[in-house]
């Protein structure tokens, strides 16, 4: 959207050669073409906190040496082995690095993580020569191989380990709304939770306990997220899960 | 004073045709707030517009029958209905997440339901103006000095730090006015420019 309003200031100024790649970014990675990013990247990550996997595409001799602190080292067994680790979330950043930042030689691993469903995978401008050029940290000797990556929490989310907490201990002070269909509830819902089906919300605020924490969940969380929303606006506070959670036979389970 | 008598004129007339045509009684629209993207204002003023939202689609849920609005850092959840107008989409379901939409709504039962939802199109862009993505690849493989080209990010810095087209260079378009002098001076050169695409 911003693209054509800037090509129409160029054509203000005099410019003639103006084109305007409307498709733009997304039909650029749709298209399989590698994304470079830059070490204010990473620093933007480091200063909101934001979790992300820094995957160290060198040799291990060349790791020791000194590599980006945070970062990964690419198994010998190559970027397939270290899947299972991954985040579900597909969202999550994911930076690649070389010695130089040469694009060709980091495009396999590149591809490989684009195909397994990862939308912000890019390969680091420069490689590690423009981060310890730029002077920036450089830890020496082996790095993790292990990914920690913690998809950083939505404004109103809960986190997993809180409210399973909740539904395990059921404390007084903590309610529990499923806010799915009451078809859906009754195939199974958390013991002494209440049911608000999403669409009922605004008819029914009055039976939302105001003197509780308020924990909410559908099956995915965008119900949840959407009922967060509704009764922020109506001055009451709660929290919502981003995790699904599945109903069968009265059983309901909450998906690792 | 005859503007006033005319408008309680057009109310009541409007409650009278809503009351007789689905006999569900609702305040007059023009009282319900309206709340635009900061975006969309740059090019539309819907904040002037009675009972309009303008954002990007966060998110949609068919079995609650309910959207998700992203108005600059606030959300707004609207439901729909049968009676919901849709237009420049197939379904709700179908509209991609972070595509900007206009929805107007009325009030129900303390519910804000969509009377419309209009799938924003974009600024249309004359189509010899268009670079396709093969044409990108190719002058990016070439390079800058050997493509002649300058290719530019409209997007914020951040974005641009955290994931661009390699040899692109940055310059948001709310910087324009101060970078351009800078970056573009040679006038032989083809200036790209690109962003998230059509939203």
């Known amino acids: 959207m911003l693209s054509p309003l800037a090509a129409r200031k160029a054509e203000k100024l005099g410019f003639s050669k103006v084109k305007v790649f ?27 906190e934001a979790s992300y996997i820094l995957i160290d595409l060198r040799s291990k001799d ?117 806010v799915r269909t009451k078809s859906e509830a009754e195939k199974g819902t958390f013991p002494g939770a209440i049911n608000i089906p999403l669409d009922e919300l605004e008819q029914r605020l009055a039976d939302v306990p105001k003197d509780k924490n308020v924990f909410i969940h559908c099956s995915t969380g965008a119900r949840a997220e959407m009922a967060y929303n509704v009764l922020k606006k109506a001055g009451i506070d709660s929290k919502y899960l981003k995790v699904n959670v599945e109903s069968d036979q009265g059983k309901v389970t909450i998906e690792e | 004073m005859a503007r006033k008598g005319f408008a309680l004129f057009v109310l009541s007339v409007s409650l009278l045709l809503v009351t007789a045509s689905s006999g569900v009684i609702r305040a007059a629209d023009d009282a319900l707030p309206s709340k635009s993207d900061a975006s969309c204002l ?25 959207i998700q609005l992203q108005i600059d850092k606030e959300m707004e959840v609207v439901h729909f209905n049968d009676a919901t107008v849709l237009k420049n989409a197939p379904s709700v379901k179908e509209i991609p997440k972070q595509e900007s939409i206009k929805v107007t709504y009325f009030k129900k039962d303390g519910k804000s339901i969509a009377k419309e939802i209009e799938v924003k199109k974009g600024i249309a862009v004359p189509k010899e103006q268009l670079a ?24 914020p810095t951040n974005l641009y730090d955290e994931g661009h087209i390699p040899t692109a260079v940055s310059m948001p378009f709310f910087a324009f006015d101060k970078m351009a002098g800078e970056l573009l001076k040679d006038r032989d050169a083809l200036q790209i420019y690109y962003c998230a695409g059509f939203s």
């Open chain 1, 22 to 48: 409307h498709a733009g970014l997304p039909a650029w990675k749709k298209a399989g073409h590698p994304v470079v990013s830059n070490i204010a990247g990473i620093e933007n990550y480091d200063k909101n």
């Open chain 1, 62 to 178: 060349l790791v020791e040496r000194g590599h980006i602190p945070k970062a990964v080292m690419l198994p010998k067994e190559g970027i397939a082995s270290l899947k299972d680790q991954f985040p579900k979330y597909m969202g999550a950043a994911v930076i690649l690095y070389n010695q130089d930042g040469d694009i060709s030689s980091a495009q396999s691993a590149y591809k490989e993580i684009s195909d397994w469903g990862y939308k912000q995978v890019s390969v680091l401008q420069g490689g590690f020569n423009a981060w310890e050029t730029a002077g920036k940290q450089v830890t020496k000797g082996p790095a993790d191989t292990k990914i920690a990556y913690v998809r950083k929490l939505m404004p109103g989310e809960v986190d997993l380990a809180v409210f399973k907490e909740a539904v395990a201990k059921r404390p007084s002070e903590v309610v529990i709304m499923d």
């Open chain 2, 42 to 66: 740059k090019c539309h003023e819907y904040n002037k517009m009675p009972a309009t939202l303008a954002g990007k689609l966060s998110d949609v849920s068919v079995k609650a029958n309910a």
């Open chain 2, 132 to 155: 396709t993505v093969e044409e990108v690849a190719e002058l990016v493989a070439k390079g800058p000095e050997k493509g002649k080209y300058v290719l530019i990010d409209s997007r």
